[in-house]
């Protein structure tokens, strides 16, 4: 990926295969990134700035996802943070790869989501998952899905400023809420703390303040 090659070789990042410690990726490189993309927005259309620059990070997850001995490299982890602040679509492409049945939602899904938001297939499929999360027994968590992608979640908050870890908070609040383990609740308060007004936190902070748990665990 050429946009994220140049930005990555420029700041440092690169694929260690780090699954994050201290914040190691600094403001100029997140900054810089967010520009390069308008920039590519702007003249290639946003769809395919979206695909070229999200695109290889969003593969990386899906294959974390899948085997717990992957880790997202740094670079990987600047990418994603960044673009759920550019794009909530991306945010929502995580929780559904996440909350999604096995075979329900693979790599393209998952991109195919990150680049067309909108499309109406895309907007019923994601109404459809989230639905049958809050309302049918039967529908449980893959837990080794879900805790890999906590794991990663855990790894972009301690690897990104604080400025970029509220829609990762968010999520991994939603993931934990999914997974009905109550630690949801500090990581939705967090996401809060950087943005009062980040609804996914808000709705997995009052769910789980009335008592409201996934279908499956009642």
């Known amino acids: 990926m050429e946009h994220d090659e140049g930005l990555c070789a ?4 690169g694929n260690d295969g780090s699954c994050g410690g201290p914040p190691s990726i600094d403001m100029q490189w997140l900054e810089k990134f967010s520009a390069t993309y308008h920039q ?21 997850w899906h294959k974390g996802l899948l ?12 990418v994603l943070g960044s673009a759920m602040s ?19 939602c693979g790599e393209s899904s998952i991109i195919e989501y990150a680049v067309h938001p909108h499309d ?22 893959e837990m080794a899905r879900c805790h890999r992608a906590v794991r990663m979640l855990k790894g972009m908050l301690r690897s990104l400023p604080r400025q970029y870890t ?10 934990l809420w999914w997974m009905n383990d109550g630690s949801a609740l500090s990581y939705a308060r967090m996401a ?6 980040c609804t996914l936190a808000r709705i997995v902070g009052v769910a789980l303040e009335r008592d409201l748990h996934p279908a499956w665990s009642s």
């Open 10 to 13: 420029a700041s440092g990042l």
């Open 166 to 175: 509220t829609q990762p908070s968010a999520v991994l609040a939603y993931a």
């Open 86 to 104: 550019i794009t909530l679509a991306v945010r929502d492409a995580l929780i559904l790869s996440v909350v999604a049945r096995d075979g329900e």
């Open 40 to 60: 590519c927005a702007l003249s290639e259309g946003v769809q395919q700035a979206r695909k070229t620059m999200f695109a290889p990070a969003l593969v990386q």
């Open 120 to 141: 109406p297939n895309n907007v019923r499929h994601l109404y459809q998952v989230l639905d049958a999360a809050f309302n049918d027994r039967n529908v449980e968590p």
């Open 67 to 78: 085997d717990s001995s992957r880790c997202l490299s740094r670079n990987d982890m600047a």
């Open 192 to 197: 809060l703390e950087n943005d009062h007004e």
